[in-house]
């Protein structure tokens, strides 16, 4: 078998992501598939490098327009994306030689045919490698939105939307959070046993993962050091789903209750319709939908994994009306689509993609699929919006305008949520932020239909 070039792998995922074709973790997932032969540490410097590069973009563009003479917007695709990621491992990984570094880009120019520019790679490396300890950011006494975007690779406009939103200290919190290499979230079956619980979470910790159960509730627990979970103790039997602790919240503040019928109308991948089903313990229903069988199958097959008869799955897009749906919930779950900025942390290339105008555009998505969804819930029943996102218009304000619109009121949360986040539940809401929250960035209200 030839011989494979990883950082050659690492370049082309990159160039691919470029065309905006298709999310990073999309991508580097399919390559690690196709790449499976190769051994591990290969295999993480792919993953290691691509996502860095990614995630830190805005950063590695700063120091290549203090070195290079061609702005990084004038260059070339490719020459652009490996001075990326050779950037990246010159500032970001330690153990690797600058040698090797500014050799490697300079082998992938020419084999790519680039060897005009041989000496220009080179030469720009060679002059980050010398003068990395020296590179300062921008002052942040003149101009901090300017400090900040680069010391966290957030663009401008973004980090000035959380600065006016939450204010200096969280925002900073927020943005540190996204860097970090947050632990895997998973949902342990509340109908184990405490004792079935720790026996479960040793398994793990003997299979080598750093295992750390979560303060808000007692079957969430945070994973660290593992490669996937599929391969994991328990996961072929469904005694756990990998969901963040703040879906799961949503379940938890809805009060269901045994015999409830509960609607999920955005349902895909399961989680919340999943631990909803748990909660009735076998009575009652749980419709899930979404809007094409790509999604409503996920939701199946981790029906079928978890083994819950009391759920019905089926395809059916959220703004169009169902009649057999109308009047039927006690509980109605939408987790509307949104702007996705409270999982940044999971998936960087967000912050890139996401614009002002896409954060009203989709607000008014998000008013079509409530408009139709509220005819489902019961008179007296309870309507669980969410988000994954903190944008003020997509949820303080976009809950507000249900209540105002269609007549609902909120409902105080404080009895249903864990005693460290009784303070920040007000008038039926409650916004997670990550980095001050253990939690993803989320977004939830209660509202009852009058």
Not at 41 to 58: D, Y
Not at 136 to 161: E, G, I, K, N
Not at 372 to 400: F, R
Not at 416 to 423: E, F, G, I, S
Request: proline share 4%; hydrophobic share 40%.
């Amino acid at each position: 078998m030839a011989q494979v070039n990883t950082r050659e792998i690492v370049l082309d995922i990159l160039l691919e992501l470029s065309g905006q074709t298709e999310y990073s973790n999309v991508l580097i997932g399919a390559a690690l598939d196709k790449y499976d032969y190769l051994d591990g540490k290969e295999k993480a410097f792919i993953k290691r490098v691509s996502e860095g590069t990614i995630e830190r973009r805005i950063h590695l563009d700063y120091v290549l327009d203090l070195y290079s003479k061609t702005p990084v917007i004038k260059m070339k695709p490719l020459i652009r994306e490996l001075l990326r990621m050779s950037v990246y491992q010159l500032l970001f990984m330690e153990h690797i030689p600058a040698s090797a570094v500014c050799n490697e880009a300079v082998k992938l120019a020419k084999k790519r045919r680039f060897q005009s520019l041989q000496g220009y790679v080179n030469g720009v490396l060679r002059n980050i490698s010398r003068g990395r300890e020296d590179i300062s950011l921008p002052d942040r006494r003149t101009d901090q939105t300017a400090f900040l975007s680069v010391r966290y690779s957030m663009p401008p406009w973004l980090v000035t939307h959380f600065l006016e939103s939450y204010g200096e200290e969280a925002c900073e919190k927020i943005l540190q959070a996204y860097l970090e290499r947050g632990a895997v979230s998973v949902r342990l079956d509340e109908r184990l046993s405490e004792t079935d619980r720790e026996a479960l979470l040793a398994s793990w910790e003997k299979e080598g993962a750093k295992v750390r159960r979560h303060p808000y509730l007692p079957y969430a627990a945070g994973l660290q050091g593992v490669s996937g979970v599929r391969s994991l103790a328990g996961y072929q039997e469904g005694l756990f789903f990998v969901q963040d602790v703040s879906s799961m919240l949503v379940v938890e503040a809805a009060g269901i209750c045994p015999g409830d019928t509960v609607i999920d109308v955005c349902a895909a991948p399961g989680g919340k319709a999943l631990h909803a089903a748990v909660k009735l313990n076998g009575t009652g229903e749980v419709i899930a939908c979404d809007v094409s069988s790509h999604k409503t199958d996920k939701i199946e097959e981790n029906r079928a994994r978890l083994g819950l008869e009391n759920v019905a799955v089926r395809v059916q897009d959220a703004r169009v009306r169902d009649d057999s749906l109308v009047g039927r919930a006690d509980v109605l779950l939408a987790d509307v689509p949104c702007s996705g900025l409270g999982v940044i942390g999971h998936k960087q290339d967000i912050k890139y993609r996401v614009t002002k105008e896409s954060l009203a555009e989709i607000q008014t998505l998000q008013k079509d699929i409530i408009t139709n969804v509220i005819n489902y819930i019961k008179p007296g029943g309870i309507m669980m919006y969410s988000t994954c996102t903190m944008n003020p218009g997509e949820n303080e304000e976009m809950a507000a305008w249900i209540c105002e619109t269609f007549g609902l009121e909120p409902v105080d949360m404080k009895d249903r949520l864990p005693v460290a986040l009784t303070k920040e539940t007000g008038e039926g809401m409650l916004q997670l932020l990550p980095g001050v929250h253990e939690t993803d960035g989320f977004f939830l209200a209660k509202l009852r239909k009058k």
